[in-house]
């Protein structure tokens, strides 16, 4: 196949210069893969050995500009591979997953080429660069050296071995979770529904008939039907079959069990650590972190976790209560915490969840997270016809308050089979100047109940808050204004990525927002203010459940890294073993269990980084109250600053650097605890 015969390799021409997907079969990827790979390797090849002294510009500038086609084709292949999946596309993922650990470890191991990046870091204040040239330098040295650049030839061959191996294991530990997700679903009657309002039972119905079973009704893994499911329904038998499905993923045995893998990853990722020079995988993954060392994230983390487990048992004491209270003879299990909280909202609040959700229409919410940013940024969004890689995928052209172009934003907001869960920001380009004005494509990945036909999409107020976390990712990549590739958009510390996420968050609860965009699916109407007033009230309600059930998280994420953790690892025992020593309530399960704790082993992106959300919280709660203290919501000078050096400023600075040119101060955690409801917890 030729590169004019690949759709791929040819020249990109479709609208915002979008590959052709229409033309895209899987058979092309591997060729285009082996192409790319080829020509980098023969780019990189070319700047180690250029016999000319090392310079700012055939080096580095040179390495920027090298792997383009690389690059294209790992984006478009990597949004499939999430979001619309299947048997030759996982095959292909995993023949490609340690060919691209391979690749790597060639650019990041090449002794010549490090030793040109050390001689221009050895120089640096001798060469005239700009601060934006500086830091890129600066970020280069660092990750050549965290790569092992540094090291001798015996211990780069071990890291190269370690680093693909690594990459088939992460293949393959996000293939299981998702083959647990596609091969589980309960298949009920009509009978089986008792509690569960109008739009889950639609959503129910429609998930049947995608699996071959029309007239009835399907629950399946993914997060919103599984926790809705949990959230209204009386049937308390059928709870507890959802929720032992749910957190078993990854542990059943078998072909899927994740265990084994776990195991091994944690062993090697220790190697690696050590090789570098770390006493422990954490200590190597925080060393290059706004928090630096475990200990501070744990400090954090343990500062929230006590005052969140004493509110916790609070909650879970008042549910037993109401258990009691109703003739009910049982102890309050896991598979109980939603619904009973459910009720007893409904007791405290005169609210429910099936009051509020149809006030939240999806595309009234993608509305508000538009509108959001047009009242900050100035942004405007244009629905635009496009051939995308899926039908339920819809683009945006994204323009400027002078109606110029920024980028092109493409949604994927519904659950499917073909999809991983969650939700997530990726691209298909990103935004740079060194070689042109290049625009970015930015997307955003969710799995929200796809509605019947001819029914709106109704979200959950979490499922609305998690696209307006998923859009702030998105408008750091869309707002991103930064002359090399290396410092765009998202490609920031872990801990400080969350940030603009986390933050964007908190317009949603906006009462200028909620009253334009919280409109009835049926009538139109506004949200009562009466009802909007109880929303807002409950903003604290059970969050030291939420609290617990996220900080659990990441503190056994930080053990399970840290040092001698990795030897003789029983992943079952060891993660009971780390919860009892914390005092976890047994009433409350971690939110990501290890065997399908993605986010740690579907590759490392957050392995040792999971408490980076509660380090960014500390942030964006702070960035928040900045406006709260101006009075406006919208305040156009913080909006600005925030846009400077935040949302557009990509790795321009330290991030600390970076947070108080916004903000003019670091903050401290009392942001955080007032904004969860647990200032006054103890």
């Known amino acids: 196949m030729t590169a004019a015969e690949n759709p791929l390799l040819a020249d990109w021409t479709q609208a915002f210069g979008l590959p052709a997907f229409a033309d895209l079969k899987p058979e092309h990827f591997r060729t285009a893969f082996d192409a790319a790979l080829e ?24 390495l920027e500009k090298s792997g383009r086609d690389l690059d294209k084709v790992a984006n478009v292949f990597f949004v499939k591979a999430g979001a619309d999946t299947g048997d030759e596309i996982e095959a292909i993922e995993r023949d490609v997953s340690p060919l691209l650990a391979r690749h790597s470890n060639a650019l990041y191991l090449n002794r010549q080429l490090y030793a040109r990046i050390a001689d221009l870091y050895a120089r640096r204040d001798k060469l005239g660069l700009n ?26 061959d071990r890291l190269a071995a370690i680093n693909e191996r690594l990459a088939s294991l992460g293949t393959q530990f996000g293939q299981n979770v998702l083959a647990d997700e596609k091969s589980w679903a309960l298949i009920l009657e009509e009978g089986d529904l008792a509690g569960l309002p109008d739009y889950a039972r639609d959503a129910a119905r429609a998930a049947a008939a995608d699996r071959g079973h029309p007239g009835k009704y399907a629950i399946t893994l993914a997060r919103s039907s599984c926790e809705g499911f949990l959230q209204f329904s009386a049937r308390r038998d059928l709870r507890e079959k959802v929720f032992a499905a749910w957190i078993k993923r990854g542990e059943n045995g078998g072909a899927t069990d994740n265990r084994a893998i776990i195991a091994e990853m944690v062993k090697l990722r220790d190697e690696r650590a050590r090789l570098l020079g770390f006493s422990s995988f954490a200590d190597y993954r925080l060393d290059d972190t706004m928090a630096k060392t475990p200990d501070e994230a744990r400090k954090l983390l343990n500062e929230v976790w006590g005052r969140a487990r004493a509110k916790a048992g609070r909650e879970r004491d008042a549910l037993q209560a109401m258990i009691t209270d109703e003739g009910g003879n049982f ?18 609040y005169d609210l429910d969840e099936s009051e509020i959700k149809p006030y939240f229409q999806l595309d009234k ?25 899926h039908p339920d995928a819809r683009a945006w052209d994204v323009t400027d308050a002078g109606g110029n172009h920024v980028g092109l934003f493409i949604g994927d907001y519904f659950a499917r089979a073909s999809k991983h869960s969650g939700a997530w920001m990726t691209s298909l380009r990103d935004q740079q100047r060194l070689t042109g004005d290049t625009r970015p ?38 707002l991103s204004n930064v002359t090399y590739p290396m410092l765009s958009g998202t490609g920031v510390a872990r801990d400080f990525v969350e940030l603009p996420s986390q933050l964007y968050e908190h317009w949603l609860e906006v009462p200028a927002i909620l009253e334009k965009y919280a409109r009835h699916a049926k009538t139109g109407a506004p949200m009562p203010k009466a009802l909007l007033d109880k929303v807002l009230a409950t903003r604290t309600f059970n969050q030291g459940f939420a609290t617990i059930e996220y900080t659990s998280c990441a503190l056994v994420d930080l053990d399970i890294h840290a040092k001698g953790a990795a030897d003789n690892l029983d992943v079952t025992r060891f ?39 509660m380090w960014s919280e500390v942030l964006d709660a702070d960035a928040f109250e900045a406006f709260e203290e101006t009075g406006d919501a919208f305040d156009p000078a913080m909006a600005q ?10 790795n321009l600075r330290d991030p600390a650097e970076a947070y108080k040119a916004f903000r003019g101060k670091l903050p401290s955690v009392d942001a955080l605890l007032k904004k969860r409801g647990l200032a006054d917890a103890a």
């Open 641 to 650: 600053r925030l846009h400077d050096f935040i949302y557009s400023a990509g």
């Open 575 to 613: 993660e009971n073993d780390r919860l009892k020593a914390i005092d976890m309530l047994a009433e409350i399960v971690m939110r990501h269990r290890l065997p399908h704790f993605q986010h740690l082993f579907s590759g490392d992106g957050y392995a040792a980084g999971y408490y980076s959300y």
């Open 131 to 156: 601060a934006e040239q500086a830091r890129l330098l600066e970020r280069y040295h660092l990750r050549f050296v965290r790569a092992g650049g540094a090291l001798d030839k015996a211990r780069q």
């Open 39 to 62: 020509r980098h390797r023969a780019e990189i090849d070319a700047i180690a050995a250029d016999k000319a002294a090392p310079t700012f510009a055939n080096t580095i500038e040179a």
């Open 441 to 478: 494509v930015v997307l955003n990945v969710c799995n929200f109940s796809k509605p019947a036909p001819g029914e709106p999409a109704l979200l959950s107020f979490d499922d609305a808050r998690t696209l307006f976390h998923e859009f702030g990712h998105g408008l750091h990549g869309l």
């Open 365 to 389: 919410i993608i509305e508000a997270s538009f509108d959001t940013a047009h009242r900050l940024f100035g942004l405007n969004f244009k629905p635009v016809s496009v051939p995308l890689y």
């Open 331 to 348: 102890k309050l299990a896991p598979w109980d915490w939603r619904y009973y909280a459910e009720k007893l909202r409904k007791a405290r």
